[in-house]
């Protein structure tokens, strides 16, 4: 099993054992980014649900950028125009790469065959929050060279 591999397992796993979606996203990087998985379990809580349930931004996009806005150690200083643009003009690359996957990134358009029937408890790992879990762990271990 790859690396790459291994990441989106654990992504995955995280979210069927009952981790939001920004949160099973985010916590398999949180090593890379110089944090502990529990904290950033914690920073990424709120954002499940297209954040705070509100299905709008899908929580797999907002955990992706979690996790690339804290891997920018030098590209912080959103006074400095041109860094600001080059921050923004990168992630944009990341949330149009799971775009492409999925023709949105608005949690309720992910979500509305769900809306419209909602899921019982069983069906819930059916949703298609797990792949699009993979998906967001997958494009993350791509911008960090995991593979």
Known sequence: MTEKDKKIQEAAEMFLSG?????????????????????????????????SKLREVCGVVSGMMLI??????DNTDLSNKEVKGELYANGQVLVKKFSDMNDTINCGE???????????????????????????????CDYFGIE
Do not use: H
């Not at 099973?24 to 499940?48: E, H, Q, R, Y």
């Not at 419209?116 to 699009?132: F, G, I, V």
């Open 68 to 73: 690339y806005g804290l891997s920018q150690d």
């Open 19 to 51: 981790y939001n979606c920004a949160q099973a996203t985010a916590a398999p990087f949180a090593d890379l980014v110089g944090m502990d998985s529990k904290t950033m379990i914690k920073a990424s809580a709120a954002f499940g649900g297209g954040v």
């Open 110 to 140: 992910l979500l509305d065959e769900f809306e419209k029937n909602p899921p019982s408890q069983e069906r819930y790992k059916a949703k298609p929050c797990l792949k699009l879990v993979e998906d967001g762990a997958g494009i993350l």
